[in-house]
Each structure stands twice: as structure tokens, then as C-alpha cells.
């Protein structure tokens, strides 16, 4: 996960926060919905909407592109696999595609959730065929 939080940073210094802002010229549809839906302010969703966009600019990622991102972060490994069971984590809809509204609510937990919510997305990581068990298979994909 560490290399999927640092895809769209989120800058702690207020002063960039703001020179941010100021350059985002498309605000999301449903801006507020995403507010109340996740722990970011309308400021931090905005420049993960404009990093988002900056790398998908279709507003769609789909697995292939995902992976190509994600393989950024492990320039001396393999992270085709892992990347393949983390993009259908985020694909919540499971219409191999993942939008913005999918990775900002991924995100969310994973970066402010509450210790069950994270719990049970990783759960959901790493339970591959969605039986409700994580398997001894699991290890050989990992």
C-alpha cells in the first residue's frame, strides 16, 4: 500500500496545500457526496482528483494501467501479481475498472479508517476467491 498512497500525495505543508488548490481548475461532480463518503476534506480531494487525472486522464484506470502505475514503486521487483489483488480491492464494483469515487473510498480507509475498516478491507485484499476465508493458496500469490 505504501507505493499507492504516495501515487497521489497529499501535502502537509499548508502554504503548497493552498498553491494547490488554486490550480485545480475541475472541481469532481459530487464533490460534497465524496466529503461525507470519506475522512478527506474537499481541499485533499481535490488534488487527489487532479493527480488522478493527471495519470488517467480517460477518469478511468483500468487493471493494465494500474499495474504499469504500481510498478513505479518496485522498480526491482515483480509487482504485477500483488498489484492484479490490490486493483480488484478497489474495483469494488468488480467491473474491472476502477474511477475516481472507487480509489478516493480505498484510499480513505486505508489512510483514516478506523482499525475494523481497515481490517476488513485488507481482508478483502487477501481473499482472493471471495469465499469469506483467506486460504493457504493465498501465500502462493503473494
Known sequence: WGGIVHFFPISADKA???LEITTVCYRPEG??????????????LQILYRGF???CPSGVVNEETFKHIY???FPHGDARTYAHYLFNAF???NNGSIKFKDFVLG???LLRGTLTE????????YDINKDGYINREVREHF
Open 53 to 55: 487525472k493527471n495519470e
Open 16 to 18: 503548497d496545500d493552498e
Open 91 to 93: 474495483d469494488t464494483t
Open 118 to 125: 481497515k481490517l476488513e478491507w485488507t481482508f478483502h485484499l
Open 31 to 44: 464533490l460534497e457526496q465524496l466529503e461525507a463518503q470519506t475522512n478527506f476534506t474537499k481541499q485533499e
Open 107 to 109: 484510499l480513505s480507509i
Open 71 to 73: 510498478a513505479q514503486f
